[in-house]
């Protein structure tokens, strides 16, 4: 009377396994790597198997090697944190953020986009308009009068598919999104894809594709993660950081930040970081439209060019925490932004983040560049492949 029941269980448990087994071998079409093992599997997606569950839900992941710890989420194939040891050893996590999904998930206007992924086109374009053989396409205005970073329902606020996790010397994590037809008012579907890497002891490399399947489109992907390499609770800004950015020349902006379409030297300006210099020592000297001042400019990158398509962006090096990072890019601008624009906002345990608290290297196409011929195309056709690649280098300097 007793024995029967937890028999019955037994059998019940091995039935629960075996249908789980068959779930995830039967869920995917590519490789899986789960709890260490690599699981492969032809055929579609099951639907309700395990690895459906875990990889197409909203959820966090994580890469790791050494002291180098990183979380995303496949929420807007968003970095979420990034931690790393300091020159005592001393570990933080360097990456502004939020310590729930549902407040990546939020859609307010007025989001920062904290470590997100950032499309169909990232920065302003103006008038929220451009035109692509002959046909006009009008997008969502979310700032003023033009549009930024994708629209109202960018990449950044979609749920991206995990299609591999793999672990080993170079762990990685590679997410897609299929982004349809008139999509935020954008042309022609589009398959996109984010492939974060730890490609180095200390080093995370992000590869970015977008392939349009029917019509030619405007794409332009960026991270849009907000360091702050002192650790986003050490409760110290960026003034005191020293910033260097490769670039000779920059792109002036009228009040709304949109580029006047000159291409002007920085050299005798407040906005030369050509050889290193402290953030702060030039924040006020800037003709900055925001409250408070700070850096919010497109470098037109010129650093030199290795072979495999990578040149310098830009450098930081925190004095107090002696860490320093480096950002490698194939894109032709990088945009510095000191998160002027930040007010309050409640960040990871409660933590509040200010104007400053962190600074941004959004390596990218030049903002509008869809409407300013002069400017490096952003126009991908079918048969084309969109791909950008960046390598952010971290290392202790005293
Ligand atoms: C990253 O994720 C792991 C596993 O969920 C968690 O233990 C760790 O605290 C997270 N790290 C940070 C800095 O949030
Ligand atoms: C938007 O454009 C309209 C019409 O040109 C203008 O009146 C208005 O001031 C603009 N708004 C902003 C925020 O620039
Ligand atoms: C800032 O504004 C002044 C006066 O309008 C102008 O002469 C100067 O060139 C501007 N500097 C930059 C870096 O835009």
Redesign the pocket.
């Known amino acids: 009377m007793v024995k029967l029941p937890s028999i019955l269980l037994y059998f019940l448990c091995i039935l629960v396994f075996i249908h789980l087994c068959k779930c995830q071998a039967s869920s995917q079409g590519k490789k899986w790597e789960l709890n260490g093992r690599t699981l492969e599997r032809k055929g579609k997606l099951g639907g309700h198997g395990h690895p459906y569950r875990r990889f197409n839900a909203p959820n966090f992941f994580q890469l790791r090697r050494g002291d180098l710890h990183i979380n995303l989420t496949n929420w807007g194939a968003t970095l979420v944190s990034l931690t790393l040891p300091d020159a005592k050893g001393h570990l933080a996590d360097v990456l502004l953020g939020y310590d729930y999904l549902a407040s990546y998930m939020k859609a307010s206007s007025s989001r920062p986009y904290f470590g997100a992924l950032v499309g169909r086109v990232a920065n302003r374009i103006k ?1 929220g308009e451009f035109t692509i053989n002959g046909k006009t396409y009008q997008l969502p205005k979310n700032d ?3 549009t930024l970073h994708g629209g109202l329902t960018g990449f950044d606020n979609v749920l991206w598919k995990v299609r591999e996790q793999r672990s080993g010397r170079k762990p990685s994590i590679k997410f897609t999104y299929h982004s349809f037809d008139g999509e935020q008012g954008f042309p022609g579907d589009l398959d996109v894809s984010a492939t974060y890497t730890i490609s180095g002891d200390m080093e995370l490399r992000l590869d970015l594709e977008a392939v349009p399947r029917n019509k030619a489109t405007a794409v332009s992907l960026i991270n849009h993660a907000y360091w702050n390499l002192a650790g986003e609770s050490s409760g110290r800004d960026i003034l005191g950081n020293s910033v260097t950015i490769w670039a000779s020349h920059y792109t002036p902006t009228d009040s ?1 930040l949109i580029p006047t379409g000159q291409i002007l030297p920085v050299n005798g300006t407040p906005l030369d970081l050509t050889k290193e210099v402290i953030v702060g020592s030039r924040i006020n000297k800037l003709n900055s439209s925001e409250k408070p001042p700070g850096f919010d400019h497109n470098y037109v990158l010129d650093g030199p060019k290795l072979k495999n398509g990578l040149r310098p962006g830009a450098r930081m090096k925190d004095h107090w925490s002696s860490r320093v990072m480096e950002v490698w890019t194939t894109a032709p601008g990088m945009q510095f932004y000191t998160s002027n624009n930040l007010k309050d906002t409640v960040g990871k345990g409660g933590v509040i983040y200010k104007a400053h608290s962190a600074f941004c290297f959004e390596s990218q196409a030049f903002p509008n560049a869809v409407n300013q011929p002069k400017f490096p195309s952003v126009i991908v056709k079918p048969g084309q492949i969109y791909k950008h690649t960046m390598l952010f280098k971290f290392s202790v300097e005293k």
């Open positions: 008038d003023g009068n033009n709304q």
